[in-house]
């Protein structure tokens, strides 16, 4: 990604960037997840600092095929928040997408006992799924 810091170019303040990030969520709760791709990669232009913007374009991904550029998403996300669970718990859905499969089930075990019933529920239907 660019150095750039494409907000100061362009003129656009935090509350210009909160409004496209409601715009692109609005698209993603609508299930136009094309489109709402688009504004969350612009987004993470604006601020490739931004852990949500990271996890939701990493989900984006993920949710539209684009498995390797999920998986990269990902992971900047999680240098970003390393704990954050739905995170991981996509992490471990494009492992096993990409055919990394003893990564994905290492991880998945992992997530199998975390707090959050509904991240270790979906961790549990993975391993049952691919395993």
């Known amino acids: 990604m660019s150095s ?9 303040d935090s509350e210009a960037l909160e409004d496209l990030r ?6 993603l709760k609508q299930g136009k997840f094309d489109i709402a791709q688009s504004f969350f990669e612009a987004l993470v232009t604006f ?6 913007d990271l996890q939701t374009l990493g989900g ?11 998986l990269n998403t990902i992971e900047q996300a999680l240098k970003l928040e ?3 669970a739905l995170t991981l718990l996509n992490r471990v859905k494009a492992l096993f997408a990409l055919g990394y499969r003893r990564q994905a ?21 993975l ?3 691919y395993t």
């Open 22 to 27: 409601y715009l692109g969520y609005a698209y």
């Open 82 to 84: 390393p704990s954050h």
């Open 47 to 52: 601020n490739q600092s931004n852990a949500y």
């Open 127 to 129: 391993l049952l799924a």
């Open 60 to 70: 984006l991904y993920l949710e539209t095929g684009q498995n390797l550029q999920a």
């Open 4 to 12: 750039l810091k494409w907000s100061e170019i362009v003129g656009w």
């Open 105 to 125: 089930i290492a991880q998945a075990k992992a997530l199998v006992s975390h707090s959050d019933a509904t991240i270790a529920n979906q961790a549990s239907a």
